[in-house]
């Protein structure tokens, strides 16, 4: 059987102990034979550098681009893009962990020409790909034993198409990348990046699937996170999505949860009530 090679690329700055976790996870368990791991750093000074040195002695599959200066996230996910050798280029957050058979599964979806890009289901994202999760999300205490539940409960492939991939994890052929560009630069800083990518795409005919078989975790906002406590995230959300709407002469339309990930969110009294109101409809047609 023979196997595309993937690259796996990574932007970093700083929040070294998630790069560490990421990386970790990465080398325990991806089985997929011949992948690259291409990490392009933004000027971390927290000791993250020191750390890829350390990996680049323990594994010849990996290349460490070392900038200057925080050149964003887009024109960094581009950088390693360029510089990348594989048929599956693989973008993923160095705040996420994951887990067994997970780029081989992805990989596979990829195998339909109509698919442009393939996600996986996470436990942190704004879209139907977040699932409910029951382990610590933060701590992390739990999170194999469910993840070795969630795979024997989703052996064989399983998918949905989704209107947008969220970045912390996709994967896409070249020749797809070749097609449609590279990362738009004009929302460098981050947001709204996917958004238009994964717009791109469809205008091209090409679908976007999330794989309810891979699971990824996904800490998620480490970057904006910060932006949200100065207030300075709305400003860039907002400045974004004007320049969303302006360049494709659209209105950007919100993201939406998956059904049963909204009710789990919802206040138990409320839950409480929405099944004694369900349970009392069911009683009602029975006696009728």
Request: glycine fraction near 6%.
């Amino acid at each position: 059987m023979s196997y595309y090679k993937a690259s796996i690329i990574i932007i970093t700055h700083n929040n070294l102990y998630y790069t560490k976790l990421c990386c970790e996870s990465i080398f325990s368990k991806t089985q997929y034979p011949g992948y690259e791991v291409i990490i392009v750093d933004n000027a971390s000074t927290d000791g993250t550098r020191n750390y890829f040195d350390e990996l680049k002695k323990k594994h010849s599959n990996i290349h460490v681009i070392l900038n200057r200066e925080n050149i964003g996230f887009v024109r960094a996910s581009n950088q390693g893009i360029q510089l990348s050798t594989g048929e599956i280029v693989v973008l993923l957050n160095n705040d996420t962990v994951v887990t067994k058979n997970w780029l081989e599964r992805l990989i596979r979806y990829l195998q339909d020409e109509k698919t442009g890009m393939v996600g996986p289901v996470t436990s942190f994202c704004g879209n139907e790909a977040r699932i409910n999760v029951p382990y610590n999300t933060v701590t992390l205490d739990g999170f194999e034993d469910f993840v070795r539940q969630y795979h024997a409960e989703h052996k064989e492939p399983e998918s949905f198409d989704i209107k947008t991939l969220a970045m912390y994890c996709v994967a896409l052929r070249r020749k797809v990348i070749d097609e449609v560009g590279l990362l738009d630069e004009l929302f460098n800083t981050g947001l709204f990046e996917d958004d238009d990518y994964c717009y791109r795409l469809k205008l091209k005919g090409y679908k976007l699937i999330c794989a309810e078989d891979v699971f990824v975790h996904h800490f998620g906002e480490m970057t904006f996170g910060k932006l949200k406590k100065s207030g300075e995230y709305m400003k860039l959300f907002e400045k974004n999505k004007r320049r969303f709407e302006e360049k494709w002469g659209i209105k950007w339309e919100p993201h939406r949860f998956r059904e049963s990930f909204m009710l789990s969110q919802r206040p138990l009294k409320d839950r409480m009530i929405s099944n004694f109101k369900a349970s009392l409809k069911r009683l009602v047609s029975y006696i009728d």
